[in-house]
């Protein structure tokens, strides 16, 4: 990574969720005093403004196609990950619904990141650690019973480019425990924002497919088995629309 290159974009980035620290306390009043529909209200109208502030910054260029698949109530995104403008992205396409993100344990150690992580109701996978980790799920799968969403990454990491790796199964235990729609979810062009070159860059242009939801609740123990492949494949079904609308736009 070019340290010095990414220095002003940085900290634009660090400094536009820094400024939302002083919400973080109204929200964790809101929990406590178990007003959940006021703390969801919250988080989404926080989330949606910070995003908003970041695609005007940064210059993001989306086009989202499906929104109107988005449930109501609490579900399940399921999503490719090219990189890390997977995060503005998602939270576009989810604006003004609250949806938290299950991330990496390591992002437990990111300041003012890690905090939102938890503010927004999302769940830390501890990767390698099959007690935590089944922890984990647990947690997530008992927040979207409660009425909070999640986004899913079931690659597990970036793929840096326009590929698409294999999803884990594992993954799919949050949505068929707790019973909620799985809404899968096709992005393509994040990694131009960071990945493709090692610096956070202005301008990218991002396409976004919201496939149907598919509902979990009641699904007989094969055809939870055949979920994952399922939604792969409708991801990836939706991956190979956009890399040839991209082709298309370069030519």
Known sequence: MNIIKNIPNGF???KSIADYKPY???IETLRQEEKYEEERALIAEITGRWVNEVVKKFDMHLTIEGQENIPEGACAFYVNHQGYGDIPTMF???????VGFVA?????KLPFISDWIKASQGVFIKRGETREGLKSIKEGAE???NGYSLIIFPEGTRSHSSEMGDFKPGSFKLATKAGVPIVPVTINGSYHMFEDRDV???GAVIDVI??????TAGLARSEQNQLPAK???IVRDGLAILVERDQNRAN
């Not at 919201?210 to 509902?215: D, M, R, S």
């Open 24 to 26: 973080l306390k109204k």
């Open 104 to 108: 990496k344990d390591g992002a437990e």
């Open 92 to 98: 576009k396409v989810c604006e003004g619904k609250q």
């Open 200 to 202: 956070i860059t202005n």
């Open 210 to 215: 919201v496939h149907p939801a598919i509902e």
């Open 12 to 14: 634009k980035l660090f």
């Open 143 to 145: 927040k979207l019973k």
């Open 231 to 233: 939604v792969e494949q």
